[in-house]
């Protein structure tokens, strides 16, 4: 079972910058072997894919929303990962989820464990 908490949300004004963690306890899967991917959702829309890094880092996701404002980031002897979100705009508002996929890739799908949430305001 992977378990992951996220932490680093809060209320910023709009061209602020917020870095979310995820931490995990994966107590039968290796961290480092997991894709980690960071997904978001506002009210009334459906959850969508932000950012993804691959289990070595070696490849890194953005939908295009966020693509050139947010970085993804990990380290695995610390068994967390990062998004560094500047240049926030409104529309960034949302809850914002850490994910994890056992295949490693850390591409847009194939999440299989979710963390609870970290809320995410940006103010005009």
């Known amino acids: 079972q992977v378990q992951l908490a996220e932490s680093g949300g809060g209320l910023v004004q709009a061209g602020g910058s917020l870095r979310l963690s995820c931490t995990t306890s994966?107590?039968?899967?290796?961290?480092?072997?997991?894709?980690i991917g960071w997904f978001r959702q506002a009210p009334g829309k459906e959850r969508e894919f932000v950012a993804g890094i691959s289990w070595n880092s070696r490849n890194t996701y953005y939908s295009d929303s966020v693509m050139g404002r947010f970085t993804i980031a990990r380290v695995n002897a610390e068994n967390e990962a990062y998004l560094q979100m500047n240049g926030l705009k409104t529309e960034d508002t949302a809850i914002y989820y850490c994910?994890?996929?056992?295949?490693?890739?850390?591409?847009?799908?194939?999440?299989?464990?979710w963390g609870q949430g970290t809320q995410v305001t940006v103010s005009s």
């Open positions: 994966a107590s039968n899967v290796a961290f480092n072997l997991l894709g």
């Open positions: 994910a994890a996929d056992p295949s490693g890739l850390g591409e847009k799908s194939e999440y299989k464990h």
